[in-house]
Structure formats: structure tokens, C-alpha cells
């Protein structure tokens, strides 16, 4: 056989633009393959593992690195994937790099630790080691390896960085690089019987033995044929755990069988995920009539379009309808990705989907742990039925699950496609899942449901321009009413005196009722913490964030000050930090507020709180949302999390507790989005036969986007917002790219978005606004200005987005601008 010299083209999960060339050693030439995990050399130290993305034989110019390891044995990223990567780094401004590192689990993103080894030939000497040294070189005489914390340990004493570094540079000891594996199959421990022993009549001769003076290996025996239904063959295998449960035994007695040749134990591989014991259809389940034209028109249109908008009110019944839609995709044998904005989603639809499809249905999301996060991704990019378990065929999970490696997907359904969730802000990319999905479902040839009652304004557009199929649904599933909404004047409120704490007399009233009637009820507050500030009454002082341009929120449960967007926290203070007036009082609310002053108010309710502090466990979300179906709590507070899709059968009253934060918020999409949280948070009342009561509570009750929420007028609303964006050159008609510019220090990141500004200015003219600080001009120390750019949506993009890179290129030339961060935000939201 021929020795042939193969190279491998190696993405890193590295914010640097391209791949890096890699030889591949002659052992491995028959076993590497494109989207497999290798480990290489990154660099003069740092080892990582990367991706192969391409193997040939094209000899560089440079001497080429070998890879070092080969880590998977199966392929875990497929081409299409690869391409689909390369479109996001194209079409968001980042690297592939950045894309690989936000697409794969964690699990298989390695970086290698540093260890500390003794230099080769060194021989320990006394004489020249001090106390601490000669301890470290001790420890790595023991042990070989080490690690700094495993030093600092072994050593007893923390500040050990100092003394290995001289040690370094004394060159007693050196560095190296070992990379480290997150992920392991998970295994499980199995019993059967031995060669030896695999009929009848040798069981019965060891029983006689065992029968006279070991009569718990005995029961042990026993018990195991038992289980096994009296089976002697080797293929009857049982768990090891079950088996000592069923028959009281413990491992000693298993291990004296093991020894004496009578059991053999294997470790098999098993899935961290429970397989259900039984799969049942819900009965009488059809579609009523306006679902049903629904779905036919869904199909109709399907025989032209890729996309198809389905516009239904809150509770028309779009889920039955995806259900149907994917029963037939499942016919067909593909896969579906089924995209929801929020995990607390998942918990309610996964239940009613494995009604339907059993073990096909696989949770892709973040709150699950770096082990689970890795199997879906290795159960979805198996192109056959693995050992573990069933293959995932259906989907669920929020934005990142877009990234999975599907081989043969026919649906994509993205529900509640308005939401801003979709959108990834911070670290790049900065992709929106929505788009991206559509994108990844042209890849596949496969179709496309975008599913709201309150569809994204570009979305709407794109279906009465035709681009999109559209299909609605205009009537409550079983002839269920819309809600009564009621607009509750807050000034008139606060005039007569009938406020209670934050709580109008109206809704007071309507919560009272709905308990004595054994009602639910749902609070939306979008503002989680207990106080949005504290404020001296003298000066008016208030306590700010020391790394970032914001006022910190008081959480009442933790009693600290916090900041939400670095973390940072601070003690309750005794007084003012400017004048030292002790009169500190506190300003606004937030849902910790509002959770506690109903308890007071209401004692005998039981009450519960679903936001980002409440939701940060695992199970967190599961346990709200089954405590409130199976009406363990009565009110339910939240911020948008309790606005997304829920469905619970005995909520009659909802309260928007401040629309007026909402409409003030100085920004282009406020009113679509308010009228968005309004509306869906409403819908969440008076489902299942019973008409619901909503009480939004405002200090501005005639704004027009109140009023278009109470007539549940959409269109009104699509309208009038249509007629702005276009005078002003907002989305649909043009396109936004935000240059976002960072630095720790203010006057170099002035210069440095003035000489940007300058170059941009040159090359899109009038298109360009800014430089100009955002809303918050400082975040984790770092300073930050904005530049935006509008395009109109028929000019060419891919000339822009060259355009845009030929002037970070000029840019990055000026060398005191190196350290000045650029980062494109395209399409904002």
C-alpha cells in the first residue's frame, strides 16, 4: 500500500478568521474524517480541539503541525452544517470560528491545562532549593503532574504563581499542555450468567453447594433466575442495581459469584435520558373547521413557498396544527425542529408532543447539563439508531438548537416568531434564530411554519408582499371567547386614593372575585428585583454599578444591590454616600415587590414568582409551571416569561400591573412591542370555556396602542407602524447594521469612533448615523459608542457587508486603535 501524505484543514472555536492546515500522521489516514473532533497544536503552548473540515493532499507553503489526537469516533458535524456556519459568519461579521464556538455544547469545546512537570535531567538538591521550592519539587516527584490549584493544595499555601514562576525561570520545573475530555458516555453495570454455568444441570450442581454453607450467594442465584424468567443463555443480562435491590443483596456476596466465575459484568453504554414505558395517542383528537382551513391552507402553500406565516389569536389552537404538520414530516421520515423563545415553553409542549410521539421527542437547552446538552448533539448527528437510545427525530428548544447537526430535516416550526428572544445579543454571533432557521431549512429543502398571534411587523410584511405563504386563524379553539379588557386610569386611581401599594381598586376587585371562585390568576410586571432603585430624598443620590453606566436594582431576598447586566452586587447602604442623610427611600418596583405587598394584601392566596432570579435551577420552570396547572398556586407574578405561549385552563383574571415602562421606552420597535407583551400576556386569560377578565393598569390610557390591545386590532397597529418605519428608514423598507465600538478608556474609543465614523461616512454617505453613546454608554468597564447603518432592503448586501469589512481592515492599521473592540450587530433588535 502506497504511503500517502493527507493534510487537514482544522476550524478552531476562535474568534480568528479561517482554518489552519494540519498534517495528518500516517496511523490516523484511514480513520479521520470531515466533522470530527481533533486535538492540535494552537501556538507555541495551547492545545484545542478542532474540527476537520476538509482533508486533501495540497502540500502548504509552511511546515505543517501533526495533529495530536483523533477524539471521536463518529462524525459529529456533517458538511451541510458546515456550510450553514460559513452563512452565518458571512451574513452576522463574525469569524467561523466564533459561530463553532457558540454552536457546539461545551462538552466538546476542549482547551488544554496547563501541568507543571520537573525539567527533564533535573536532579532535586537541598542546597539550592528553599523551604517552599523543595515542597513543590517533592510534591512533583510523587505525582509527576500537577496542576497549579493541585500544587497550591498539596503545598498548603495559596499564593503559589510567584514561586513556580521563579522556579520557571530557574528552569527546576516547566509547563506543558494536556487536553482534557468533558464529555464520557455514560455506562451502567450489567450481570449475567458465566460460560461455565449456562444450563441446567451445572445451576443445579452449584445450588446443592451453595445450599450448604453459602446461602446468600445462594438467595443471590436465585433471585437472578428468578428476574431473568428462569433464562440460562448469555444474552440475559440484568442490571446490577436492580438486581441487588430485588433480592436485598449487597455487592460482596455479587463480587464472591464474580470471583468464583459464576457471573461475568459488563458495562454497557445508557442514556442519561428516561426512555417512556408507553406511547398513547389523545383520543377524539380533530381539528375544528377553522383549524382545519388553516392547515390546508398551510399546505396549499407550501406547494409554493419555502415560509408560511400562521396568524392566529391567542388560544386559536396553533399546536394541534403543528401537530398535524408533523406527523406527516415524520411519515416521510425526516426530522423537525420545533423552536419556542423561552425554556419554560418546552416544559408545557414537550409533554403534550411525547402524547403523540414518545421517545422521538429530545429537549435541546441550556439548563440541561453539559453530559445531556452532548447526547442530543450525538443522537441528532447519528445517521442511524445509536446503542444508547431511539433517535431524536422532533426537537424542542430555544435559539441554540438551530445549531444541531440534523441530516435530513423536513420542518421547521418557530413559535411566537416575534420574540425577541430569538435574537442573540452578547457574545457573537449575533444571530436571530428565526432567520437562521429559515436559512438552515432552504439548505434542507424543507418548509417553515412561523407561528404568533402577534407576528414580528417584518414577518406580517413579508407575507402580504407575497414572500411568505399566510394563513389564519381568526376564532378560539371550541368557540372560547376573547377576554374583556379593561384599561384601568391610574391617575384617577391615585386622586381618589384607591391605590393599594401598586395594585389599582379594580384589580383588587377582580383578583378577590377570581379566588373566591377557585380562579387563577396571572401578574405581568416586566421588571424582576424588588426596587428598580434606592434614592436619597435629600440629594438625590443614587447608587450606581462601579463597572457599568446604570443604577442598581434591590433584591430584597438576597438584600443586596445588583447590577443586571455585569453582576456586580453591593450591601444595602445606612445611608447617603454624598450628603450622609440617612432618608434613603426606594423608587419603583419589580415582581419581587409586587410578590411580596400581594402576600400582605392577600394572605390567604398562594402565591408563586416566575423570572430570571426564580427560574435559575434546573427543574426551576417545571416546578412554577406544574405547581400553577395543578392549582397549587393561585396567582402566578412575572415578568415576559408568564407572556409566551402558556396555556392553563383555569386563569379567568390577568393584570398588567405598568404598560406606561413599556410605551416609553425610546426605541423604534417599542409600541410593536408593547402592543406584542400586551396582547400575548392577555391571551392568557379565559381559555378552556370560560371567558377571561384582563386589567391593564396605566397612566396614559387613551395611547393609541391601549386602545388597539383592548379592540385586539392588529392590523390597525401593523398599519400605522408601517407608515413611521418607512418615513424614517426602519425596518422592513431598510436594513440596520450597528457598529458597536468598545474601549476602557473613553478618550481613545472617542477617537477611535470619530476616525470610523469618518471612513463609514465616506463610503454609505448619509447612510451612516453617529458615532453617539447608546442608552447605557458603559458595561463591564468597558465604554461604548454606536454607529448605525441603513440600508435600503433592494441594495446589495453582500457589497455592503465588503464595504463595511474594507474599512475595519483600514481601521485595525492605526496601531493605537488595535485594542479598541469592533463588533457588527446585524439586523437589531
Known sequence: MDRVTLFADVLLPL????????????????????????????????????????????????????????????????PIQFRFWEWLASYYLCTEGEVMHAALPAAFKLASESKLVLMENFSPDEAILDENE??????????????????????????????????????????????????????????????DFQDEEAIRILMDTLGKRAHKQLELLMGFLSLSGGSF????????????????????????????????????????????????????????????????????????????????????????????????????????????????????????????????VGIYHSRYNTHERAEVWTNVAATEETSLRKKFNIILGPRSAVFLPFTKLGLVIVDEE????????????????????????????????????????????????????????????GGVQMPKIEVVDMREQVRRRQLKAHFSSVLMDQLSTALDKKHQAILFQNRRGFSLRIECEQCQWVPQCKNCDVTLTYHKGSELLKCHYCGFSLGIPSGCSECGSHSLKMKGFGTEKVEEELKLLLPEARIDRMDLDATR????????????????????????????????????????????????????????????????VSGRAGRKKKQGKVIIQSYQPEHPIIKQVVDNDYL????????????????????????????????LLHEAAAAMGMDLKARFGKRIQGPEYPLVSRIRSLYIKQITLKTPRSAHHAKTKELLMSALDEFRKTRRFKSVMVQFDVDPM
Open 15 to 78: 474568534p480568528v478568521k479561517g482554518v489552519f492546515t494540519y498534517r495528518i500522521p500516517f496511523e490516523l489516514n484511514e480513520y479521520v474524517q470531515v466533522g470530527q473532533r481533533v486535538a492540535v497544536q494552537f501556538g507555541r503552548k495551547k492545545v484545542y480541539s478542532g474540527l476537520v473540515k476538509e482533508i486533501h493532499q495540497k502540500v502548504p507553503e509552511y511546515v505543517p503541525k501533526y495533529i495530536l489526537h483523533l477524539l471521536d469516533e463518529q462524525v459529529l458535524v456533517h
Open 134 to 195: 523543595y515542597q513543590i519539587i517533592e510534591a512533583l516527584v510523587e505525582h509527576q503532574k500537577l496542576s497549579l490549584d493541585e500544587i497550591s493544595k498539596k503545598v498548603s499555601f495559596a499564593k503559589v504563581l510567584p514561586i513556580v514562576r521563579n522556579m520557571i525561570d530557574k528552569r527546576y520545573i516547566v509547563m506543558e499542555e494536556e487536553l482534557h475530555e468533558r464529555y464520557k458516555v455514560k455506562t451502567e453495570k450489567y450481570v449475567s450468567l458465566a460460560e
Open 418 to 477: 416575534h420574540d425577541a428572544s430569538y435574537k442573540q445579543f452578547d457574545p457573537g454571533p449575533r444571530y436571530n434564530a428565526r432567520d437562521a432557521a429559515i436559512y438552515l431549512a432552504g439548505m434542507h429543502q424543507a418548509k417553515v411554519v412561523l407561528g404568533s398571534a402577534t407576528p414580528a411587523i417584518e414577518t406580517y410584511y413579508n407575507a402580504q408582499e407575497g414572500k411568505y405563504g399566510l394563513a389564519s386563524l381568526v376564532e378560539r379553539y
Open 716 to 747: 390597525t397597529m401593523y398599519h400605522q407602524e408601517l407608515s413611521g418605519r418607512e418615513k424614517f428608514h426602519y425596518p422592513p423598507f431598510y436594513r440596520l447594521i450597528i457598529i458597536r465600538m468598545k474601549h476602557k478608556d473613553p478618550k
Open 233 to 360: 443463555d448469555s444474552e440475559t443480562e440484568l442490571k446490577r442495581s436492580l438486581l441487588l435491590k430485588k433480592t436485598n443483596s449487597n455487592p460482596a456476596v455479587l463480587k464472591t459469584l464474580v470471583d468464583k466465575g459464576v457471573f461475568q459484568v459488563v458495562e454497557h453504554g445508557i442514556s442519561r435520558f428516561a426512555e417512556s414505558q408507553d406511547q398513547q395517542e389523545l383520543k377524539d383528537f380533530k381539528l375544528s373547521p377553522h383549524q382545519q382551513e388553516a392547515y390546508a391552507k398551510i399546505l396549499a402553500d407550501f406547494e409554493q413557498k419555502q415560509v408560511v406565516l400562521l396568524h392566529g389569536v391567542t388560544s386559536g389552537g396553533k399546536t394541534e396544527i403543528y401537530i398535524k404538520l408533523i406527523e406527516k414530516v415524520i411519515a416521510e421520515g425526516k426530522q423537525v425542529l420545533y423552536l419556542l423563545p423561552e425554556i419554560a415553553l418546552t416544559t408545557q409542549i414537550i409533554g403534550r408532543l411525547q402524547q403523540y410521539f414518545g421517545d422521538e
Open 617 to 680: 435551577s434546573k427543574n426551576a420552570f417545571q416546578r412554577i409551571i406544574s405547581d400553577f396547572e395543578e392549582g397549587k398556586t393561585d396567582i402566578l407574578i412575572g415578568t415576559q416569561m408568564v407572556t409566551k405561549g402558556l396555556d392553563f385552563d383555569n386563569v379567568h383574571v390577568v393584570g398588567v400591573l405598568s404598560a406606561d415602562n413599556m410605551l416609553s421606552y425610546p426605541d423604534f420597535r417599542s409600541n410593536e412591542r408593547s402592543y406584542q407583551l400586551m396582547a400575548q
